[in-house]
């Protein structure tokens, strides 16, 4: 790890200098989570040394395989959004652009899923217990984040006082492209209690109390929220989100302000230029609050007017929908946000009131188009909706796939495409072929790049020139062997691993993904009843023998997942222990489905399940 990260290092100090040096536009990506995986295969590929450190293990003894199982996955991330986030860091540092993601550094990632007797039970995933080499801590460029407080407007001019300090420390993760030199940054913020943290309490002698009260602070990026497409409305997560925010826009002005590399002192003064420089891109409404905080920093600490911060944020902010499930849309009660965030509630309901001016020069006369495009949801306790507030201060709005771009239009977010119809995009959710193609199914890579060359590689669209061989025997044999092969060695690992033996010549059959109702596991759990009632009732049925993989965790507090999950291991146990099925139909749960196993069961399997 160590010989890979010093090979990293050169090509990463000097990435950042030309960033510094040629001064380009900056993409800033925004999310709370990245499912990151693991590293060092990945870095050993991008960097070009594969071939080089599995021939030096080889000649020490060493079975680089076996080392690579040695190191835990990064699982800051529940699922697609998450993973989305680390194969877009992968794809900009391999197109070679000035890219920056920006998270947090969870002390938990999500939890890891044991399976007892049918049932999920989860446990805390301590990723970091032994280190991560390949994080360099910054404290150099730590960022102090307000909370609570108050806001006084005594001198005409609204300002935050009174808060509570916690400090942002920022900690960088290299993020190599593919073998061009280029080594982006990952940086990921811990929360750390300032020294003076509750001086009252030091004061008054309560020394033990007062310690202890740190924690409050240091809890903020504690674990990460293992809820996908679900909203909890916890003020934790509300503190996570705007601590993320907070300590990633001051950081990007910093860098903004200084016009070369090294210069701390802020040279450059005219925010007008901000929207030609900076780009954020947020990762769902999580990263929201970045609207309302850099409207705040621009009036309240640079000292812009409201019409020109606006426009100055209005050209800087994307925004990214991953859903449109009314439960996983993020509204917020506004008195938590009165309590935690009143100065940006305060710039919340001005954005709003302007927001509806502009609806009704468009829609005069329409009292309900008003009301249901507010950004302050008034029924039952008072809520900003987020989805809203990101579409009115973002100039692009994208969906991740046509049909969702397609639905984004014509069902929630209606209204809001009748408004501004050129702010509405789709960009169909891609996967980086780095670590999902070379890394994880390097024959198959190596069997593509006799035929059309390794441009592929960088350029997916190659794939096309493949068609020239879709009658070719001798490459459809080698496809099929490179298939067996895979699917021999997932076999072997469920036998080792699982306990659970499985006929690598019949059809594998599998769904794997974050277990919920919409993805429909159910279906397929219905689906495996029905093929099973037809073999009981007539054992000579022929049929093409199957195996089903179900992988995938279900929310901690998201009991029908859960019981979902025992009813495929309870449907497992009858039909896998039936003598009448025998091997024409088998039930395998992957426990504790992540990154790493990922890269192992999707090279085998025949069939993947997409019926969300």
């Given at each position: 790890?160590?010989?890979?990260?010093?090979?990293?290092?050169?090509?990463?100090?000097?990435?950042?200098?030309?960033?510094?040096?040629?001064?380009?536009?900056?993409?800033?990506?925004?999310?709370?989570?990245?499912?990151?995986?693991?590293?060092?295969?990945?870095?050993?590929?991008?960097?070009?040394?594969?071939?080089?450190?599995?021939?030096?293990?080889?000649?020490?003894?060493?079975?680089?395989?076996?080392?690579?199982?040695?190191?835990?996955?990064?699982?800051?991330?529940?699922?697609?959004?998450?993973?989305?986030?680390?194969?877009?860091?992968?794809?900009?540092?391999?197109?070679?652009?000035?890219?920056?993601?920006?998270?947090?550094?969870?002390?938990?990632?999500?939890?890891?899923?044991?399976?007892?007797?049918?049932?999920?039970?989860?446990?805390?995933?301590?990723?970091?217990?032994?280190?991560?080499?390949?994080?360099?801590?910054?404290?150099?460029?730590?960022?102090?984040?307000?909370?609570?407080?108050?806001?006084?407007?005594?001198?005409?001019?609204?300002?935050?006082?009174?808060?509570?300090?916690?400090?942002?420390?920022?900690?960088?993760?290299?993020?190599?492209?593919?073998?061009?030199?280029?080594?982006?940054?990952?940086?990921?913020?811990?929360?750390?209690?300032?020294?003076?943290?509750?001086?009252?309490?030091?004061?008054?002698?309560?020394?033990?109390?007062?310690?202890?009260?740190?924690?409050?602070?240091?809890?903020?990026?504690?674990?990460?929220?293992?809820?996908?497409?679900?909203?909890?409305?916890?003020?934790?997560?509300?503190?996570?989100?705007?601590?993320?925010?907070?300590?990633?826009?001051?950081?990007?002005?910093?860098?903004?302000?200084?016009?070369?590399?090294?210069?701390?002192?802020?040279?450059?003064?005219?925010?007008?230029?901000?929207?030609?420089?900076?780009?954020?891109?947020?990762?769902?409404?999580?990263?929201?609050?970045?609207?309302?905080?850099?409207?705040?920093?621009?009036?309240?600490?640079?000292?812009?007017?409201?019409?020109?911060?606006?426009?100055?944020?209005?050209?800087?902010?994307?925004?990214?929908?991953?859903?449109?499930?009314?439960?996983?849309?993020?509204?917020?009660?506004?008195?938590?946000?009165?309590?935690?965030?009143?100065?940006?509630?305060?710039?919340?309901?001005?954005?709003?009131?302007?927001?509806?001016?502009?609806?009704?020069?468009?829609?005069?006369?329409?009292?309900?188009?008003?009301?249901?495009?507010?950004?302050?949801?008034?029924?039952?306790?008072?809520?900003?909706?987020?989805?809203?507030?990101?579409?009115?201060?973002?100039?692009?709005?994208?969906?991740?796939?046509?049909?969702?771009?397609?639905?984004?239009?014509?069902?929630?977010?209606?209204?809001?495409?009748?408004?501004?119809?050129?702010?509405?995009?789709?960009?169909?959710?891609?996967?980086t072929p780095r670590r999902w193609l070379l890394l994880c199914n390097t024959a198959l890579a190596d069997i593509i790049e006799e035929r059309i060359g390794d441009n592929f590689i960088t350029e997916l669209s190659d794939l096309v020139q493949l068609k020239k061989y879709v009658n070719d025997a001798k490459f459809i044999t080698a496809i099929q062997n490179v298939k067996q092969e895979n699917k021999n060695k997932l076999a072997s690992l469920l036998e080792k691993e699982y306990g659970v033996k499985v006929n690598p010549a019949s059809l594998w059959d599998c769904q794997v993904k974050r277990i919920h109702e919409y993805k429909r596991q159910l279906l397929f759990i219905l689906f495996i009843i029905t093929t099973y009632n037809r073999l009981k009732k007539n054992p000579q049925l022929k049929i093409t023998p199957r195996v089903c993989f179900v992988g995938g965790?279900?929310?901690?507090?998201?009991?029908?997942?859960?019981?979902?999950?025992?009813?495929?291991?309870?449907?497992?146990?009858?039909?896998?222990?039936?003598?009448?099925?025998?091997?024409?139909?088998?039930?395998?749960?992957?426990?504790?489905?992540?990154?790493?196993?990922?890269?192992?069961?999707?090279?085998?399997?025949?069939?993947?399940?997409?019926?969300?």
């Amino acid at each position: 790890g160590y010989t890979v990260r010093d090979r990293l290092i050169g090509r990463w100090i000097r990435t950042q200098q030309a960033w510094y040096d040629r001064d380009p536009k900056r993409v800033y990506y925004l999310s709370l989570e990245y499912y990151m995986g693991r590293t060092l295969t990945n870095s050993m590929l991008n960097l070009g040394i594969k071939a080089e450190c599995d021939d030096a293990m080889y000649e020490l003894g060493l079975d680089i395989e076996e080392l690579e199982e040695q190191e835990a996955d990064a699982g800051l991330g529940n699922g697609g959004l998450g993973r989305l986030a680390a194969c877009f860091l992968d794809s900009m540092a391999s197109l070679g652009l000035a890219g920056y993601g920006y998270g947090i550094l969870y002390n938990y990632g999500i939890f890891t899923q044991k399976v007892h007797d049918g049932w999920q039970v989860e446990e805390a995933d301590d990723w970091l217990r032994y280190g991560n080499i390949w994080m360099k801590d910054r404290p150099e460029y730590q960022i102090p984040v307000n909370f609570y407080g108050r806001v006084d407007e005594s001198n005409g001019k609204p300002k935050w006082v009174d808060t509570q300090i916690v400090l942002a420390l920022p900690h960088d993760v290299p993020v190599p492209g593919y073998q061009n030199n280029v080594v982006n940054t990952l940086r990921l913020w811990s929360s750390k209690a300032p020294l003076d943290f509750n001086l009252k309490l030091f004061n008054t002698g309560d020394y033990i109390t007062a310690v202890c009260e740190r924690n409050s602070a240091e809890n903020i990026t504690r674990v990460l929220y293992p809820n996908d497409n679900i909203f909890e409305g916890k003020e934790l997560r509300l503190k996570q989100e705007y601590f993320m925010v907070a300590a990633t826009l001051q950081d990007i002005i910093r860098r903004f302000k200084a016009s070369c590399y090294g210069s701390q002192k802020p040279t450059r003064t005219d925010f007008s230029t901000l929207p030609d420089k900076v780009v954020l891109q947020l990762n769902d409404t999580h990263p929201s609050l970045a609207i309302p905080e850099l409207m705040r920093i621009l009036m309240d600490v640079e000292g812009l007017d409201w019409d020109a911060a606006w426009s100055i944020t209005t050209r800087t902010c994307a925004y990214t929908n991953h859903t449109i499930l009314p439960e996983a849309l993020e509204r917020w009660p506004t008195s938590m946000l009165e309590r935690l965030l009143p100065r940006h509630l305060q710039i919340i309901y001005r954005i709003n009131h302007h927001h509806l001016q502009n609806v009704h020069k468009k829609f005069p006369n329409d009292a309900d188009r008003l009301g249901r495009m507010s950004l302050v949801e008034e029924q039952g306790e008072k809520r900003i909706n987020m989805a809203y507030l990101s579409m009115v201060g973002s100039f692009a709005v994208n969906g991740v796939a046509a049909i969702h771009s397609d639905l984004l239009k014509k069902t929630i977010f209606k209204d809001f495409y009748e408004l501004t119809p050129e702010k509405f995009q789709n960009k169909t959710n891609g996967i980086t072929p780095r670590r999902w193609l070379l890394l994880c199914n390097t024959a198959l890579a190596d069997i593509i790049e006799e035929r059309i060359g390794d441009n592929f590689i960088t350029e997916l669209s190659d794939l096309v020139q493949l068609k020239k061989y879709v009658n070719d025997a001798k490459f459809i044999t080698a496809i099929q062997n490179v298939k067996q092969e895979n699917k021999n060695k997932l076999a072997s690992l469920l036998e080792k691993e699982y306990g659970v033996k499985v006929n690598p010549a019949s059809l594998w059959d599998c769904q794997v993904k974050r277990i919920h109702e919409y993805k429909r596991q159910l279906l397929f759990i219905l689906f495996i009843i029905t093929t099973y009632n037809r073999l009981k009732k007539n054992p000579q049925l022929k049929i093409t023998p199957r195996v089903c993989f179900v992988g995938g965790k279900a929310a901690p507090g998201y009991y029908t997942a859960k019981l979902i999950i025992k009813l495929f291991n309870s449907v497992g146990k009858l039909v896998n222990n039936d003598p009448i099925v025998g091997d024409k139909l088998k039930l395998v749960y992957l426990e504790n489905y992540r990154v790493s196993l990922a890269e192992k069961v999707i090279p085998a399997i025949d069939l993947s399940e997409q019926i969300s």
